[in-house]
């Protein structure tokens, strides 16, 4: 009786604690991600437009699932629905997880001032504005006479290349791929760096090679890295459409570039015409929100987030 | 006495300063986009220059702020909804007629009608425009500028495959009176390419991307968009002659198959100096951009006159030659709490003085009545000739769903421009448009 008296204080004190730390992010959670996603997914059940906008909730005209309805029924839904997945699936692996994995292990294995000085490099696109650097970029690949490329395509004596419409979509994935490196580079190199010397010491002494030691010690070591940057780099993929909408607008062509968080964009909030479907292109916001939810899931459950979340075994003996 | 009369002295300063201090102060908000470098910087400038002659009408001292940028359309116009639910709209904006069905639609501008009776100015504009300002039978809209988006066509060129000066200067009469088709120009612009006067590809330039330029080979065909009882259609026998002849472009060789998608300034570039490109589809605004930014080495507006024409779109299957015009507007918001102040300003710069500035450095057709009569625009050979465009000329509906229309419209144009057969293309446009409007829109 007494036992339990002096144990449940001392049980509750921490719980305080770490809630009251908690606190200030939870409310921020609530206030920027749990309110505004609740306000689309209501959003997405009215017919708000221009033509009848308001920013009272009450004011909204309720249509249920018409939009999702219309959505599926789109005759260019499924198309958006390929290239986000191309887009997301390509240039994640070969250069938002691929890219950087390989720059890491690279720069790593390199003079330590060398690997920083190509690091700094590849943060360079980061660093820029996204204008300023798809300007760059549409000054590379414009149409002649005016795209540098083409200039010197000109000068080598070759036909000029409509880079913009007959291969869009390898540039949109250098754009994007470009930029997405340095993100995951920071954490795998960081990951690499802070694998124990004795580990690394120990398969140098057994004899292997420079791959054997990437495949059979590094690579093992960086799951949770990995897992982290995979599940953060697709999530984010998933919902960028700035330089794709600063580069080709989702064209040329039918839909050519078209992605799923463009076309929520160009629905709600950039028509040229004018009447914004703000209802209809919520309905496309959350139907990403909810594939994010079920990738995210997916990959906590492949990479057994448990177990790497789990107190190391040493602990329990 | 002269005390008397210092006290007179002050005692009439005194109250000329109550007088001064007595006039209210009224701050006027305008938002116009404009591509400044093209001549059209006049869309807010001109309300600076009609600033002090307001004043002295009104006895008010109006404080002007003036917000002008070339944003993005799409941008622009949402910045404007959401400043409008916000209570910060400006009192006066710019924008696309067609922006007037939706805005109209949803309160956030205000019918004009009672207070354009005010003012004498409005009863000069081309009585046609006014049609472009209505929705739903009231006026929401003051035109501010027109255009003609005729087709161009190089003289050096058609020179070049043996026609005469006589036959080369009666081009824009032969298309106006429907002498000349739009079949004949595409033939033209194929022979051009077969006896090598032009490159493959280069007979017949249009548009590069979305917009209301399509609408020609639409209405051409006989198409209606909308009915004079409002209804929203969408003639499917127009649109697949529309697709079957945007579609015929590469596949005759006259257009290049990434013409869309295709920068303005590259297309620009190749047609401006009138030895590279036949004909091209564009819009009268463009010459001042050519001879500013394009040909100024070689001459500019001289040069232009001299080597490049422009006429109506030729006549199609129904027989008609046809231009295209967008007027833009300006519109009052419903939140300006000064709207006798803001037509007031409209009325200023809605006058041939005024117009001028815009029409002549910007290469827009006059809005007004009397402008065409004056001096300055009859001076001009380009817009003055021109001007009778506008006789000719049709533009989209004031309906909240033309954007939707359209896109479904712009879904078929890409897909027959890159080969899909023109029936599938309408099949497209209208699985689009039954799934976005439903019974808002007779598919016939």
Known sequence: MNTSARTRPASARPNLTAYAFLAPVAILVMLFFIIPALLVIYISMTDLATANFTSDVAQMTFIGLKNYETLFKDPFAHKIFFNTVFYVLVTLSLFNVGGALVVSLLTAHINRRAGFFFRALWLLPRLMTSTVYILMWERMVADPPFGILNQ???????????????????????VNGIIGISFGMIIFTSAIESISKDIMNASLVDGSTSMQRIRYVILPLMRWPLLFVLSYQTLSLLTSYEEILLFTNGGPGVYQTEVWALTAFHRALSNYFGNAQWGYGSAFAVVLVIVGIILAVLYLRIFRFRELVSEPKIENL | MVKVLRLLLVASLMLSGIAVAAQEDVTITVRCAANIAGGEGWRCDNFAAVEEQVEQELGINITLNLIQDNKAWADYKTEFVLAAEAGEAPDIV?????????????????????????HEEFADVVPNLWASQTYDGVIYGIPQDAEARPIFYSKLLLADLGWSDEEIESLPERVRTGEFTFEDMLATAEEAVAEGVVEPGKGYFHR?????????????NGGEIMTEDGQLVFDQDAALAAYELIGSFVKRGVTPETMIGTESSAIYAEFAPADNVMFYQGGTWQWADWARNYVADLGGNDYLLENVGLMLFPAMNDGVPLSLTHPLSYMISSGSEHPDVAIALLAAVTTPDANNRHAIDSFHLGILTTQVESEAYAADPVLSGAHYM???????????????WSNAYWAGIQAAHTGTPAEEAVELAVTQLQNELGDQIVIR
Request: aromatic share 20%; hydrophobic share 50%; net charge negative.
């Open chain 1, 152 to 174: 010197l395509f000109d000068v080598a004596g070759y036909d000029s290349v409509a880079f913009n419409t007959n291969h869009v979509w390898t540039f949109v994935i250098l």
């Open chain 2, 94 to 118: 710019l924008s696309g007629h067609e922006d007037i069905g939706a805005w109209a639609a949803a309160g956030l501008i205000m019918p004009l009608d009672e207070l354009i009776a005010q």
């Open chain 2, 208 to 220: 590069w991307g979305n917009g209301f330029d399509w609408l020609p080979y639409y209405l051409g």
């Open chain 2, 390 to 404: 506008l006789d000719y000329t049709r533009f989209a509906p004031n309906t909240p769903f033309y954007s939707a």
